[in-house]
């Protein structure tokens, strides 16, 4: 989300003095109905990611600890493996992100999209370190399977950073960083603002996002663990993967009404479903507000979702992680020590603040 002048000067600074401290910042870029944006992603830099001050505890990881060996980012080439197809607008923003960093630094990126196929994202990898990959930045479809990749990477000591999932692996060993969200946090903070809107009583409903990472089982977890917590008569009665899919979040919706007609509250793990639980909504002429709809990105029509009424909340997931992958991979391949994770803050969208702060969503 985008900060004030103050703050943007303050996290530039401290971020210049160490990536292992508290703030970065990332690059804004286009949304799903904003595509021929190309400015906006170099322009607007500072309208991205902070990083959450780490703890004394917080793990680091520097080159000889890696195994690896110092080179300069300016003359490397960066493989970036993008793992959805790009009808998210969290995916577009996210490789736009990418992409416009290392054009702005002029660094050479070889990027494929996996196209939502596990197995041609191995092989994408794969294909990027046979091209000549120096450095890798991922973005994974799942957290397990990356065995092959690691052992390709491991074999010319390519450092990898992580982007958005985690992988199961042993970081800075198989992997330097991973950057992202707390998504636990995020479901917390989802069951926070649903409580809210139900008045803590009543059936809710969980549209879960793909199976396989980590981002669906945490955000399920949070969410599920505050609820029990903090409204023990707020009652999740069902469960079921929209895919992080619009569509599919739309099929789950229409079979949820028709199966459990009273629910209240329907909580989508990303954006996407939630609009798809939206038009079922629509398409059994309920009323906006009816069914209290709660998600999970901050894209722009999930913002004006709120706005319109049929969206009571949105936890801010950033992904423009432009800015921030290549300032750790910079400060790693220098020998600088960087945090093994590397945790962003998220904003919120309510209905006091959506239609204000409209503009900030992607």
Avoid: H
Wanted: glycine share 10%.
């Amino acid at each position: 989300m985008k900060l004030s002048a103050v703050r943007r000067t303050t996290t530039t600074t401290v971020l210049a003095a160490s990536l292992v401290g508290a703030l970065a910042l990332s690059g804004c870029a286009k949304s799903e109905d904003d595509n021929s944006d190309k400015s906006s992603s170099a322009g607007e830099k500072d309208s991205g990611q902070v990083v959450a001050t780490p703890g004394a505890d917080d793990k680091t990881c520097d080159i000889t600890q890696f195994g690896g060996e110092k080179i300069d980012l300016k003359s490397a080439t960066v493989g970036f493996s993008q793992s959805e197809k790009e009808a998210n607008p969290f995916r577009i923003a996210e490789t736009a992100s990418i992409k416009a960093e290392a054009e702005e630094r002029g660094i050479k990126l070889l990027s494929a999209n996996a196209q939502t196929q596990f197995s041609k994202q191995i092989s994408d990898v794969q294909d990027l370190i046979a091209k000549g990959a120096d450095l890798l930045v991922i973005a994974p479809l799942n957290s397990d399977g990356w065995g092959p990749v690691l052992r390709s990477a491991a074999a010319k000591k390519i450092p990898i950073v992580t982007i958005d999932r985690k992988i199961n692996a042993t970081a800075c060993k198989d992997y330097v960083s991973f950057i992202g969200s707390d998504f636990i946090e995020q479901g917390k903070r989802a069951a926070d603002q649903m409580i809210e809107a139900t008045g803590g009583k009543g059936e809710v409903a969980i549209l879960l996002g793909a199976a396989g990472n980590n981002v669906t089982t945490e955000r399920t977890k949070g969410f599920k663990d505050q609820i029990a917590a903090k409204a023990p008569e707020l009652k999740v009665v069902f469960e079921q993967t929209g895919e992080f899919a619009r569509e599919k979040g739309q099929q789950v919706t229409e079979q949820l009404i028709q199966s459990n007609p009273g629910i209240n509250g329907i909580y989508a793990e990303n954006d996407e479903m939630g609009l798809g639980a939206v038009n079922a909504l629509k398409g059994a002429g309920k009323k906006a507000g009816a069914v209290k709809i709660v998600t999970v990105d901050g894209t722009r029509n999930a913002v004006q979702g709120i706005v319109d009424g049929w969206i009571s909340g949105v936890v801010e997931s950033n992904p423009r992680f432009g800015p921030l992958a290549f300032q750790t991979l910079d400060a790693f391949t220098k020998g600088e020590k960087v945090a093994q994770d590397i945790v962003i803050q998220d904003g919120a969208y309510t209905p006091e603040n959506a239609k204000a702060d409209l503009g900030k969503a992607f």
